[in-house]
C-alpha cells in the first residue's frame, strides 16, 4: 500500500515540474477520463525573463485531459509589469523592474481550479550586452544594433556582415523585414556592380515600398509605444543623436587626448554599414551605416536618420543627421535609455 501511495505522489510531482505540455502526454493513459477538470498544468511552469528574452507561448494542459471544461482565462497578479492576453495568454510588458510575476491558467467554470507559472522578470539585458556611455552621452547604449549576432569590430574584414547589421525595420512598424544572410539572392542579400565595374556587396532587403506608418501594424515610436527595442529601452530622439555626433567628430576637440576619446567613442557605438539599397526616389550609398531616431514628423512623414559616414572604415568624417521620407524605407535600430546603473541591472 505504501509503496502505491509513493508511486501516485511520485506521478504528481512529475506532472508538476513538467516545464512543457508535451511532457505530460507519456502519462495520459495513467490520466482520470471524464468530469470535470480538477487540474491545470501550465508550460513552461518556471523560468527567468529579461527584457531582451523572447516570450515563450504559454500553454496548457486540462486533466482529466478530454474534460468538457477546457476553456482558460489567462490572469498576471502584476500587470503593471507583465501582462498577458485572458484569451489567448499572449505575454507583453509593461513598465519592467525586478521582480516575482505569477501568470495564471484559470478554468472558465471552476474558479478554484488553476495552473500557475512562476516568472522570474530580470529588468537587464540578457542576450544583448550594455554600454554604460553616461559620462560621454548621459546614456545607456546597446551594443549592437536590434537583430544583430555580432558586436561590431573594425578588424572584421566583412563590416557588411548580416550579423552585424541586424534586422532592417519600417519607421513604426515592429516586425523586421526579411532578415537572410548575405549572398546569394535571398532577401537582403547579393552584389552590385556599379558603373566602374565596382562590385560590392550589398542589401536588397524586402521591404514594403507601400509602408507610410499607418494602418494595423503601425506603432508611433515617438510617443513611448511599443518599439523593436527591449523592455525600458527605447530608440533615441533628434537631440541624443546630435549629441552623439558632436562627440565622435575629432574636429571638435583640440588635444589629442580628446581627440583619442572621440575617435573610442566613435569605435564603442560600432554602427555597421547599411549597404547598397533601393530606395523610392534614389539609392543610399553603400559605406554609411543608417540607424532610426524616434523624431519624426507626422504630417510629412519624415523621420531623422543618424547617418554614419564612413562608418566602416573608420575615418574621421564626422558623422550627420538627415530627415528622409520614411515610405517604404527600411534601416537599423539601435536601442538606448536613461537613469541609473539600479535602473539596467
Request: hydrophobic residues 40%; proline residues 7%.
Given at each position: 500500500m505504501k509503496k502505491v501511495i509513493f508511486l501516485l505522489l511520485s506521478m504528481i510531482a512529475m506532472f508538476y515540474a513538467c516545464d512543457y505540455a508535451g511532457d505530460i502526454k507519456d502519462y495520459k493513459e495513467d490520466l482520470a477520463e471524464?468530469?470535470?477538470?480538477?487540474?491545470?498544468?501550465?508550460?513552461?511552469?518556471?523560468?527567468?525573463?529579461?527584457?531582451?528574452?523572447?516570450?515563450?507561448?504559454?500553454?496548457?494542459?486540462?486533466?482529466p485531459t478530454n474534460t468538457v471544461d477546457s476553456v482558460v482565462v489567462w490572469s498576471s497578479d502584476t500587470p503593471e509589469v507583465l501582462d498577458v492576453d485572458p484569451e489567448t495568454g499572449e505575454l507583453k510588458w509593461g513598465t519592467v523592474r525586478n521582480c516575482e510575476v505569477v501568470i495564471s491558467a484559470t478554468s472558465a467554470t471552476r474558479k478554484d481550479v488553476k495552473g500557475e507559472c512562476r516568472i522570474t522578470v530580470r529588468n537587464t539585458v540578457g542576450v544583448y550586452k550594455y554600454l554604460d556611455l553616461r559620462a560621454e552621452l548621459g546614456l545607456f547604449v546597446i551594443d549592437r544594433n536590434m537583430g544583430a549576432t555580432m558586436v561590431f569590430d573594425k578588424t572584421v574584414t566583412n563590416n557588411m556582415a548580416a550579423g552585424l547589421k541586424g534586422n532592417y525595420y519600417h519607421w513604426g512598424n515592429n516586425t523586421p523585414v526579411a532578415n537572410g544572410e548575405f549572398g546569394g539572392d535571398d532577401g537582403r542579400g547579393g552584389y552590385y556592380t556599379y558603373p566602374n565595374e565596382q562590385t560590392l556587396l550589398g542589401g536588397y532587403p524586402e521591404f514594403d515600398p507601400s509602408w507610410n506608418a499607418e494602418g494595423e501594424h503601425f506603432s508611433d515610436w515617438s510617443q513611448g509605444g511599443e518599439t523593436p527595442c527591449p523592455g525600458g529601452w527605447r530608440l533615441p530622439t533628434k537631440e541624443e543623436c546630435e549629441k552623439i555626433i558632436y562627440m565622435t567628430n575629432v574636429a571638435n576637440f583640440n588635444t589629442q587626448q580628446e581627440k583619442t576619446a572621440a575617435r573610442a567613442l566613435r569605435e564603442k557605438l560600432g554602427v555597421a554599414m547599411s549597404g547598397y539599397q533601393r530606395i523610392p526616389g534614389g539609392n543610399w550609398q553603400w559605406q554609411h551605416g543608417m540607424l532610426w531616431?524616434?523624431?519624426?514628423?507626422?504630417?510629412?512623414?519624415?523621420?531623422?536618420?543618424?547617418?554614419?559616414?564612413?562608418?566602416?572604415?573608420?575615418?574621421?568624417?564626422p558623422w550627420e543627421m538627415k530627415e528622409m521620407e520614411l515610405k517604404?524605407?527600411?534601416?537599423?535600430v539601435r536601442c538606448v535609455r536613461d537613469g541609473n546603473v539600479e535602473d539596467v541591472e
Open positions: 471524464g468530469g470535470p477538470v480538477n487540474t491545470i498544468l501550465v508550460s513552461p511552469s518556471a523560468f527567468t525573463l529579461y527584457v531582451d528574452s523572447e516570450f515563450p507561448s504559454m500553454s496548457y494542459v486540462s486533466v531616431t524616434s523624431t519624426w514628423n507626422p504630417e510629412t512623414k519624415k523621420v531623422w536618420v543618424l547617418w554614419a559616414t564612413n562608418s566602416g572604415d573608420w575615418k574621421d568624417d517604404g524605407i527600411a534601416i537599423a
